[in-house]
C-alpha cells in the first residue's frame, strides 16, 4: 500500500519545497520507494531535485489537463533516488483550465492511482496558496503535512488551512487528516520560536512531529546544486534531521493496517482532525 502526502501552507517560504526534496530523499535513503509530486508551477521541487523544469516536454500540467499517462511523465532524480513528477511554469495555466473540466478535483488523484502501486510513498509538493491544485493534492493524499516556521505569525492562515482540510474531507475525500506538522527551520535561541512551538505542541499534540528541522545554510545551498542534503552534505545538521523525521514517519506507521473503514476520524497518531486556532492569537 502507498502512503501519500500533501505538503501544504499557503504561507510562502516556509520550508514545503525543502521538506518534499529532502524528505523524499530521506525516504528512499532508507529503502523505501518513493515519488515526488511538484505541484507548484515554480516547479522548486523538480530543480531541487537535479531536473531541469525547462528541458522537461512532458510535465504533471500534461497528466491533469490531457490526461496523458503519468507513466510518461516519470523522470528519475539519480542524486535523491526517487520518481518525479516534474512541473514547470506551464502548470499556472492549468489553475484556470481546470476549473472548466470534469472531476476538476480529482485530476492528481486519478492519475496517481495508475502508479501508485509502484511506490510506497507520495510526496507531493503543494504551491503557497489554497488553489484548485492544492485541491487536487488533497483529494489525492491520505494526510497534510504541514511545514511550519516558528515565528510571530506563523499560526495566521493556520485556520483557513485546518477548514479547508475539513471541507475536503467532508466533500472529497473522507480519508484525509492532518499527518504531522513539522517545525522548521527552528533556532532554539530565539525565545519566540520556543513560545510559538509550546503552541503548536497543545494544539497539535501527537501529530507534531518530535523532529525538527534547525535553520541550515547547507539546506539552502543545497538546490542550487541540484541535489537533496543527503548527497549535499551528508554530515550537516539540515541532513540528520531529514533522515530523523524519515525514520520518525516510517515509525508512526510500523504495524498498521490500511484503513479500510474509509472515514479516519482520527489517525495513526490519534490526532482529530478539527482543531480550534484562534487568528493571530500568539
Ligand atoms: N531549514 C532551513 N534552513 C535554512 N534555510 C532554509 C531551511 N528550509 C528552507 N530554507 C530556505 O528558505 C527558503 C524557502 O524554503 P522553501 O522553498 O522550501 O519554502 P516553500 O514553502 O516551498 O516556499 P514557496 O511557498 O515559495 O513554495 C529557500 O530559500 C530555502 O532554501
Ligand atoms: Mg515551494
Known sequence: ???????????GGV???TTSVNLAAALAHEGQTVLLVDLDPQGNATMGS???????????????TEQIEPSTALVRSEEGG??????????????????????????????????????????????PSLSMLTVNALTAAEGVIIPMQCEYYALEGLSALLETVNQIQAVL???????????????????????????????FSEALYKTVIP??????????????????????????????????????HQGDVPDSAGLNETGPAGQA???????GDQ
Do not use: W
Open 1 to 11: 500500500m502507498s502512503r501519500t502526502f500533501a505538503i501544504t501552507n499557503q504561507k
Open 15 to 17: 520550508g514545503k519545497t
Open 50 to 64: 537535479g531536473i531541469d523544469k525547462n528541458e522537461q516536454e512532458i510535465t504533471i500540467y500534461d497528466v491533469l
Open 82 to 127: 526517487f520518481d518525479v513528477l516534474p512541473a514547470n511554469g506551464d502548470l499556472t495555466a492549468a489553475e484556470v483550465e481546470l476549473l472548466d473540466m470534469m472531476m476538476k478535483e480529482h485530476r492528481l488523484r486519478h492519475a496517481l492511482k495508475k502508479i501508485s502501486a509502484s511506490y510506497e510513498y507520495i510526496i507531493i509538493d503543494c504551491p
Open 173 to 203: 475525500n473522507p480519508d484525509l487528516r492532518v499527518e504531522g506538522v513539522i517545525r522548521t527551520m527552528y533556532d532554539p535561541r530565539n525565545s519566540l520560536t520556543n513560545e510559538v512551538s509550546a503552541q503548536l505542541n497543545e494544539y
Open 215 to 252: 535553520r541550515n545554510v547547507r539546506l539552502a545551498e543545497a538546490p542550487s546544486f541540484g541535489e537533496p542534503i543527503i548527497t549535499y552534505d551528508p554530515q550537516s545538521k539540515g541532513a540528520k534531521a531529514y533522515f530523523e523525521l524519515a525514520q520518525e514517519m516510517i515509525q508512526r
Open 273 to 279: 482532525v478539527s482543531y480550534e486556532v484562534v487568528e
